[in-house]
């Protein structure tokens, strides 16, 4: 029996033991990525404006970081609440809800307690969840192929950021297209899919030594990573590949706005200056807009969507909001960012999978009981509310203002920019 298992694995293997080579080696390179991979030529920019938490900067800064603070307030002191009273608790409510006439089938309840990111029982969303997740499963296949099946001088490994004539040339380039080939119809065969985890891992950890800062527009790829890694026979989508999932786009889309948008500044910057209408239409509404506050502005609002996607707080709207973003840059920029199709698919998982919790609800019960204990275990509304606010604005400043700091205020001194 073992032998036979060993023969039917060993193609798989060898597969994943070419590309994890080659991804190894690649040599570092300067990425072409979404901001690289659009031409992106830029005119003369105040670089400064990115490297100094002060002024415009420290205003925009503490007012996302109090944005996020309401939001996840939000959460806890108002969405939470309105979930609870539209979802019935027990068979006895559920029973006498539906004998008045106001149980939640109701349209306007579902689409709240839905929207709300609660459990709407329903074999049409079942259906539609199980085919977004068999699309998330297999669309990484489609992209890999295409990637191989671009011209001379215009192939691409993984993604658009990572050209295949930066890391090989001539036959080792032919070799490389032929293994991502070979990879993206594996990946449609929807076998082996904990060995295409362990690949997928080795891929990112090549990308990241071979091209260092521009590697985080392959933060997405942890998404499917974790997908097939945790992958199990007899469940669709299990809690360890949901929260792959939200962990690879979440920080994905975090870093994408952070890093291509206030370190490079002048990837997006560039974008702006070659798609103009891109900025003139934010600017009828906000007309001190500059290029660089325009930058600055988009990395904050990319930032907290992928902050709020990371925690699965309004996970349904912003899942939403994100692939509608992603969608638009496909008409947009067209067939160039036809990849986005990718994120666009983990996005619908999210959309249409109910979610399990936010990541904050254990370090919120935490500073309750803490808060309770040092209130001489005195029961109060009050003490709820006060720990909802404490730990609200400790996500604000931690999760969101001190990244921003760092990147604006210290690694420019760090790194000589």
Not at 78 to 95: M, N
Request: charged letters at 15%; proline letters at 4%.
């Amino acid at each position: 029996m073992k032998r036979c298992r060993s023969r039917r694995h060993s193609p798989a293997v060898v597969v994943a033991v070419v590309a994890v080579a080659v991804a190894t080696l690649v040599a570092p390179a300067r990425a072409l990525a979404h901001e690289r991979w659009v031409k992106h030529d830029f005119q003369p920019f105040d670089h400064a404006y990115f490297q100094s938490m002060t002024g415009q900067v420290l205003r925009l800064s503490l007012a996302a970081a109090a944005a996020v603070a309401v939001i996840v307030a939000l959460w806890y002191l108002a969405a939470a609440g309105l979930r609870e009273r539209v979802t019935p608790t027990s068979a006895e409510k559920q029973a006498e809800r539906d004998r008045r006439g106001r149980g939640v089938h109701h349209p306007l309840l579902a689409f709240v307690q839905f929207f709300l990111d609660g459990y709407v029982a329903s074999p049409a969303l079942a259906r539609i969840e199980t085919a977004a997740v068999a699309v998330f499963a297999r669309l990484p296949g489609l992209v890999l192929l295409l990637g191989a099946a671009q011209g001379q001088g215009e192939a691409w490994f993984v993604m658009p950021s990572f050209p295949v004539e930066t890391i090989a040339h001539g036959t080792a380039a032919l070799v490389l297209r032929g293994i991502e080939a070979a990879v993206g119809l594996w990946i449609l065969t929807g076998r082996g899919q904990v060995l295409l985890g362990y690949l997928f891992l080795a891929v990112f950890a090549g990308l990241c030594a071979g091209y260092r800062l521009a590697a985080v527009d392959a933060i997405p790829v942890l998404a499917s990573a974790f997908f097939y890694l945790f992958a199990r026979r007899g469940t669709t989508l299990n809690a360890r590949q949901l929260a792959g999932i939200r962990l690879g786009l979440g920080v994905g889309f975090f870093m994408l706005g952070l890093v291509n948008k206030i370190y490079d500044a002048h990837l997006f910057i560039g974008v702006g200056d070659n798609y103009p209408r891109l900025v003139a239409g934010p600017r009828t509404l906000l007309p001190w807009l500059t290029r660089e506050s325009w930058s600055f502005l988009t990395a904050l609002g990319e930032m907290t969507f992928g902050l709020l996607l990371l925690l699965g707080v309004f996970s349904r709207l912003t899942s939403l909001a994100l692939a509608l973003i992603f969608g638009n840059f496909i008409f947009v920029f067209g067939w160039a960012e036809i990849v986005h199709l990718y994120p666009i698919a983990g996005f619908a998982v999210l959309f249409f999978h109910p979610n399990p919790g936010a990541a904050l609800d254990g370090l919120l019960f935490r500073a309750h009981v803490r808060l309770w204990r040092a209130m001489g275990y005195r029961t109060s509304h009050m003490l709820y509310r006060a720990s909802v606010v404490a730990v609200a604005f400790a996500v604000g400043a931690v999760l969101l203002f001190a990244p921003l700091y760092l990147t604006v205020e210290v690694a420019p001194r760090v790194f000589g920019r």
